[in-house]
C-alpha cells in the first residue's frame, strides 16, 4: 500500500516536458540550466547569444528548440493535453508529433498560432513575427483576422498588417529552416 500511494504521489510530480541538451547561456528562470531538468508550468526559458540553444523533448516525442531568446511556459497541462507558451523573443523550432494529442498555442506580441502535428520554425522580435511551416498547419490568429499557414507556406505579421499575407518561403527561409530542424533532430521534406 505504502508503494501504491508514493508511485501515485511520483507519477502526479512528473511533468511532459525536459531538457535533455543545451549550448551556451541558458538559463531556467534566471538559474543556469541543467541538462534533464524537468520543464513545468510557469517556467522561463533563456538562451542568450547568438549559439545559444535548449532542447526541450515532451513524452510523446515532440520537441522543441529556442535560440537567442526568451520562452514562457504559460501552460503545460499533461492531463489537458496542453502546452500553451509564449515567445517574447528569438526562435522556436517547434516539431509535433503526428497524432499527437498534444495541443500547443504559441503566443507573440502579433499573434496566436495553434498547432497539431506540425514542424514550423517562429521568429518574434519587436518589429515583427514570421512563421515558416515546413510540414502540417498552422492557425494564425491576431486582431484582424485569422489564417491558416500549410506546408512550404510562411507569413510575417507585424502591428501594422491590415491583412494576413500566406507566401511562399524563399528558398533563403526555407533553407534556414532545415538547418533549424536538423539541429532539433528531425528531418524536413525538400520542397
Known amino acids: 500500500m505504502k508503494f501504491l500511494i508514493l ?6 510530480s512528473l511533468f511532459a516536458a525536459k531538457l535533455i541538451k543545451f549550448k551556451g547561456d541558458v538559463t531556467i528562470n534566471n538559474i543556469e540550466a541543467v541538462k534533464g531538468q524537468m520543464i513545468k508550468t510557469g517556467d522561463t526559458i533563456e538562451a542568450v547569444g ?5 532542447l526541450v523533448h515532451y513524452e510523446d516525442g515532440s520537441r522543441f528548440m529556442i535560440k537567442k ?13 496542453k502546452n500553451n507558451l509564449s515567445l517574447i523573443r528569438g526562435i522556436i523550432f517547434s516539431y509535433v508529433k503526428p497524432n499527437s494529442s498534444n495541443k500547443l498555442s504559441i503566443k507573440t506580441k502579433d499573434a496566436s498560432m495553434g498547432v497539431r502535428g506540425t514542424k514550423f520554425w517562429l521568429e518574434a522580435d519587436d518589429k515583427k513575427t514570421y512563421l515558416c511551416v515546413c510540414d502540417g498547419a498552422v492557425e494564425v490568429t491576431n486582431g484582424r483576422g485569422s489564417a491558416t499557414v500549410k506546408r512550404n507556406q510562411d ?10 499575407k500566406v507566401t511562399p518561403p524563399n528558398k533563403l527561409m526555407w533553407d534556414m529552416a532545415a538547418e533549424g530542424f536538423e539541429q532539433l533532430g528531425v528531418k524536413v521534406k525538400d520542397r
Do not use: Y
Request: aromatic share 6%; no cysteine; charged share 25%.
Open 69 to 81: 531568446g526568451l520562452l514562457v511556459i504559460n501552460e503545460l497541462d499533461e492531463k489537458k493535453n
Open 7 to 12: 508511485t501515485l504521489l511520483f507519477s502526479q
Open 50 to 54: 547568438g549559439k545559444s540553444f535548449a
Open 155 to 164: 507569413i510575417t505579421l507585424t502591428s501594422a498588417n491590415d491583412k494576413l
